[in-house]
């Protein structure tokens, strides 16, 4: 019998990660034979760590924090949405080459539009954040027709090169935080790491429209920083992140398998493990 494929994802630190139990899960399901690890690439050794993997036969890996700029820089061809995003989530090694792509962007679309159900065509999108997770969050919302795209940040000239970016696909506004006052949105997703620290954001009140989803890209136990503020706001739907995690995921094993898995049971698992 031969080996099972191997997968990987790399990051620094990367012993919390869920990419294994998840990827074990969509494998058994399929019917696919590969085995999925985590591995702490050191910090100023990801290309190493990668030739190593890939000399060990490795077939694909997935890229967390801190690497995935770098990992876009090391792919010898990248799709559209990774070179759009300057990032780099999932790496396929074929035939001598590094494939980059990056599926966040789509993971966060699905989740909001296919699991929660909230439509994104036609809506006043305000993404608060423009680190990685954002940048790699704006072509595919912008592709899902939204009425308006604002991008806010505590660095407002940062939101304003990266508006320039994308703006052959469609106008994206920007602004820092207070000049949201008086602004009002369907969809707040909130794309910075402020929840990560504990932290709330300096927001302005009444960001949110009748019926409007409060989106943290962040997940954990319990309710985030962002999610509590929105909720006191009055958002009529709040969601975190952990649907992203799962559906960018899926986009990342039907990238290397060619199925893509069905993420409810997994997502559910999930959230069943983070709240008992
Ligand atoms: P980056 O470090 O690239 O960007 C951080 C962003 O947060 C910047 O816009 C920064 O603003 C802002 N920020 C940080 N601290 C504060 C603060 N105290 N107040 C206001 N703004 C702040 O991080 P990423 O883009 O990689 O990640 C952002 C978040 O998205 C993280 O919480 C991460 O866990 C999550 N994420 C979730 C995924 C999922 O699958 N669910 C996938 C990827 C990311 P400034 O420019 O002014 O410094």
Redesign the pocket.
């Known amino acids: 019998m031969s080996a099972p494929d191997l997968y990987a994802v790399f990051g620094n630190p990367i012993a919390h990660s869920r990419s294994p139990a998840i990827h074990a899960a969509f494998a058994a399901a399929t019917g696919e034979d590969l085995r999925y690890e985590a591995r702490l690439a050191p910090l100023a050794g990801f290309a190493g760590a990668i030739a190593e993997f890939v000399a060990a036969g490795g077939r694909g890996a997935n890229v967390t ?1 801190p690497f995935k700029e770098e990992a876009c820089r090391l792919s010898n061809r990248l799709s559209e949405r990774a070179a759009r995003a300057g990032a780099v989530n999932t790496l396929t090694f074929s035939d001598g080459e590094i494939c980059g792509d990056n599926t ?1 962007g789509v ?1 966060l679309v699905q989740d909001i539009a296919g699991n929660l159900g909230f439509p994104l065509s036609g809506r006043r999108i305000l993404l608060l ?6 940048r790699g969050a704006i072509a595919p919302l912008l592709a899902a027709k939204p009425a308006s795209l604002h991008i806010a ?3 407002a000239d ?1 939101a304003l090169a990266l508006a320039d970016l994308f703006a052959d696909i469609a106008p994206v506004t920007t602004s820092n935080f207070a000049e949201l006052t008086g602004k009002c949105f369907d969809l707040v997703i909130n ?7 504990g ?1 709330n ?1 300096p927001l302005p009140e009444d960001l949110f429209a009748a019926g409007a989803l409060a989106y943290d ?3 954990g136990k319990g309710e985030t920083p962002f999610l509590h503020w929105a909720r006191i706001q009055g958002a009529a739907r709040r969601a975190d ?2 649907g ?2 799962v559906e ?1 995921a899926a986009e990342a094993f039907r990238i290397w398998r060619g199925k893509r898995p069905d993420t409810a049971p997994v997502l559910a698992e999930l959230r069943r493990q983070l709240t008992s």
């Open positions: 924090v966040d993971g954040g423009a680190g990685g997770a954002a940040n505590r660095s940062k794309a910075t790491s402020a929840s990560l620290a932290e954001l890209m962040m997940y992140g952990l992203m995690l960018q």
